[in-house]
C-alpha cells in the first residue's frame, strides 16, 4: 500500500537510507546482491566517498542475530510462565517469504532452544511450501501474486541456499550448481538424502487470502487480539498442521496497523475509503490488543505532507540513486 511505501521510504537515518524502487521484493534482493558483488563500483565508493555499503534485510547476517534472540526469549517467556517445563520441545510456525526469520530459528535450536518442528507457512506465493514437501524448487510457470502479507511475496528465498548448505554438510559447489541451475533454468530438484533430512524438521502448508481475512476476524471475535495479515497465515498454518503433542509458538512479525486497508476488510469495517491516518486512528479506537503503536501514528502524521521519489527498476539506476544520497551527505 501507498502507506507502507511512505513507512519505508520515510525511513532515513544519518547513516540508513531507503530507496523506492518500482518493482518487488525479488528484484531488489537481486539488484542489492548484484551491486555487493560490483566491486568495481563498490570500490569507486569506498575510494572517493570513504563508503561501504551494507543491507538491513536478511543478506546481512547481523539481521538474523535479534530473531535468534527472541525464539530463544520466545521458548524462556513460556517456561517462566508455567505453560511447560525447561527442556521440553515446541514446535515454531513462522510465516516465511525468504527464509531468515525460521532460519533463526534452526540456529536457535542448534544453540540449544529444543525446537522439535520448523512450520513454514507461504501465503498464495508457495513456492517453499511446495518445495519442503517435493525437494523441488521451480520458479517456471509461477508469477508473484500481490497478496495481503506483502513481506512474504517473494519467490526467490534467498536464506534458502543458507540452510541448504548447512544441511548438505557445508557443500559449497553443490550450492552454487543448484542456485546457478535456479538462475538459468528457473528450478532445482535437490536430491533424496538431502530431502529427507529437509523434512525431518520442516513441516509446510500455506493459506489462502480469504482464510488469512477469515483467521484475523475469528481471532478478534474470540480473543480481542488483532493479527497482523502475516501473523495470520501463520495461524492459519498453525491450526492445520499441528498434531496437538506438543504446543506451537506462532512468531507474530508486524503490527496490524501496518495493514489498515486489509485489517479493516478482514472486520467489516465500513470507512475504508478514509485517508491513511483516519484508518489508523479508528482502527486505534477498537482497544484491542496489541496496543496502538504510537511511534508509527506519528510517523503517519508526518508522512501525509512528504514527498518522495522512486526509481526505475533498473539497477544502474539504483547505482546512481545510492551515489546521490551519499553525495547529500
Known sequence: SDFQKAQIIGSQKENGWAVGVKSNFDFCQTAVKGIFRDSDFTGFLIMEYGTVLSSANSINWGRLLPQVVYHASAYLDLVSQGFISFGSPVDVCIPTGNFGNILAAVYAKMMGIPIRKFICASNQN??????IKTGHYDLRERKLTQTFSPAIDILKASNLER????????DGELMTKLFNQLEEQHHFQIEKMLMDRLQQD?????????ECLAAIRSTYNTSGYILDPHTAVAKVVADRTQDK???VIVSSTAHYLKFAPAIMQALKIKEINQASSSQL????SYNALPPPHEALLGRMKQQEKMEYQVCAADVNVLKN?????????
Open 281 to 284: 486512528y479508528l482502527l486505534s
Open 321 to 329: 540513486q545510492v551515489e546521490k544520497l551519499i553525495q547529500n551527505q
Open 202 to 210: 520442516f513441516v509446510a502448508d500455506w493459506c489462502s487470502e480469504g
Open 163 to 170: 540452510h541448504l548448505h548447512l544441511m548438505a554438510e557445508k
Open 126 to 131: 508457495h513456492v517453499l511450501t511446495d518445495f
Open 245 to 247: 503433542t506438543c504446543p
